[in-house]
T-cell receptor, first 115, second 111 residues
Framework: DADVTQTPRNRITKTGKRIMLECSQT?????MYWYRQDPGLGLRLIYY???????NKGEISDGYSVSRQAQAKFSLSLESAIPNQTALYFC??????????????FGPGTRLTVL | LAKTTQPVSMDSYEGQEVNITCSHN???????ITWYQQFPSQGPRFIIQ???TKVTNEVASLFIPADRKSSTLSLPRVSLSDTAVYYC????????????FGTGTSLTVIP
């Protein structure tokens, strides 16, 4: 979805390096999410934010941190990358849907390889 | 937590109707059921959402029985382009709208 962009799209780094993945959206949504996906596995939630001042841990937050710089921007950092953080990372956005569940809109993904 | 169980994989021939069932025994009263589709190296895409009985859109139908402990995604007359992974999600309202995608069902459409 072109409304949700991620940079970089691919990144190779070495163990111990600090890495930041960026996510920007033009959908005007308040809610943003970071997921990782490993081969043969589903998506697992790392962190999510419901507005600029709100940050929440997801299922697998250890080894990651996030920053919500503005409504449109949500960054994911790996302070000291390790090989088992090699994965495909997705950013997503949503807008509160009232009584029903939000529909999430995903970015194209960032493929991260940690050597 | 209201997690889901789906078959790991399914195969179907082109032109067939495909039904993928998801179990969600611990679904809460206010939870909705949502299905996403994911192609390789792309982010998931919303397909359909429902609360009870039947929902239909231009892509699929969703059947939810009265007890809401399961749901079935129905794809009419699949084509090769429907080959993808399909995820069933149940809103975990008690823990603030977290999304558990699980491993999904890998559908392969055969010519």
């Amino acid at each position: 979805d072109a409304d949700v962009t991620q940079t970089p799209r691919n990144r190779i780094t070495k163990t111990g390096k600090r890495i930041m993945l960026e996510c920007s959206q033009t959908k005007g949504h308040d809610r943003m999410y970071w997921y990782r996906q490993d081969p043969g596995l589903g998506l697992r939630l790392i962190y999510y934010s419901f507005d600029v001042k709100d940050i929440n841990k997801g299922e697998i937050s250890d080894g990651y941190s996030v920053s919500r710089q503005a409504q449109a921007k949500f960054s994911l950092s790996l302070e000291s990358a390790i090989p088992n953080q090699t994965a495909l990372y997705f950013c997503a956005t949503s807008e509160p849907a009232g009584a029903s569940t939000d529909t999430q809109y995903f970015g194209p993904g960032t493929r991260l390889t940690v050597l | 937590l209201a997690k889901t169980t789906q078959p790991v994989s399914m195969d179907s021939y082109e032109g067939q109707e495909v039904n993928i069932t998801c179990s969600h025994n611990n679904i809460a009263t206010n939870d909705y059921i949502t299905w996403y589709q994911q192609f390789p190296s792309q982010g998931p895409r919303f397909i359909i959402q429902g609360y009870k009985t039947k929902v239909t859109n231009e892509v699929a139908s969703l059947f939810i029985p009265a007890d809401r402990k399961s749901s079935t995604l129905s794809l009419p007359r699949v084509s090769l382009s429907d080959t993808a992974v399909y995820y069933c999600l149940v809103d975990v309202t008690n823990t603030g709208n977290q999304f558990y995608f699980g491993t999904g069902t890998s559908l392969t459409v055969i010519p």
